[in-house]
DNA sequence: ATATAAAACTTTAAGCTTGAAATATTTTAC
DNA sequence: GTAAAATATTTCAAGCTTAAAGTTTTATAT
């Protein structure tokens, strides 16, 4: 995956190859940076972040079901990090009168004010990992990278 | 990190944060596929497929400590994988005479042609996943995200 | 020569991740 | 009305991942 610069393959598809090799590596190299800040500034994690990034912008809350098909992972996996976030207070499950399979997820309020404090510390840490790339770069590459991600919604 | 698309935040720092989340977005999506299709195809993992990868370009194999660094992965991480790799013969240590705390890693023969055929496979796939951004779109890219990583080279 | 530090690697504990199986509830089809 | 299918979620086993601590070997400084 996050294959080698040494023998620069040349042929047809390779451009794309390349494309994704550097696209992966990009952002490893940021989510590890993040990962570390995290722990050391927060002592949280980036799948903990995650979570509740996606809760704040949802007062009311989210189902489960929602929340690992808006984060692009599986169900048992937000069910542990959920987990987790309840145990520490700073998430709360709610059984709905309507339909009892479900559960919606919310933010605490001691959550909704912890995250707030990190996710400024955050959007500072982009700002400065992506400080090279100029403004219009970052438009025109977020343009590019988001006509990309319309092929694929809804796909399978 | 991967945070939503609903209210549309505006401000200064706000096209890198944006930026950031869709290359985010972006990776996760493609890797997920190929997760799932090297899983179905050839019942193998994404980080086996790494370190195969990283080994396939150095016949004469690698130290682990330059695996880890190479993958931006951590040491004991790679341990574990290529412990793995070896149990099912597709991957070799061989202890080295001058230093004795290093072990060279390196293909066996199996594993060599397992990788050239799922290598093969797995260029297809970017292809198809990558299709619809343009050969120009794809080289523009790659230039853009080469010069932010050479910005980050060598850090900390 | 010998203590100290540095380097290469492995082990460990805790947490993340997936896909598949299990549970509980609701909806659909007769 | 009831069996079958669909939906929402959790549980489970296996593997991935990290940071920190531990082991062995080599290099450095006196």
Chains 1, 2 share one sequence.
Do not use: C, Q
Not at 47 to 56: H, N, S, T
Not at 114 to 122: D, E, Q
Request: hydrophobic share 40%; charged share 30%; net charge positive.
């Amino acid at each position: 995956m996050v294959a080698g610069p040494l023998p620069a393959p040349s042929g047809p598809g390779k451009d794309r190859l390349r494309l994704w090799i550097r696209l992966l590596r990009a952002s490893r190299t940021i989510e590890a940076e993040l990962r570390e800040r995290l722990k050391k500034e927060f002592d949280t994690t980036l799948p903990r972040f995650d979570v509740m990034a996606a809760l704040y912008r949802v007062p009311e809350g989210m189902l489960m079901s929602d929340l690992s098909r808006f984060l692009l992972v599986s169900n048992g996996n937000v069910t542990g990090i959920v987990d987790r976030l309840v145990s520490e207070g700073l998430v709360a499950r709610a059984r709905r009168n309507g339909d009892r399979r479900t559960s919606m997820v919310r933010l605490t309020e001691e959550g909704t004010k912890s995250f707030a404090i990190i996710a400024a510390a955050h959007e500072g840490w982009i700002g400065e990992l992506l400080g090279k790339v100029s403004e219009e770069d970052a438009r025109r590459l977020t343009g590019m990278l988001t006509s990309f991600r319309s092929n694929w919604e809804g796909r399978e």
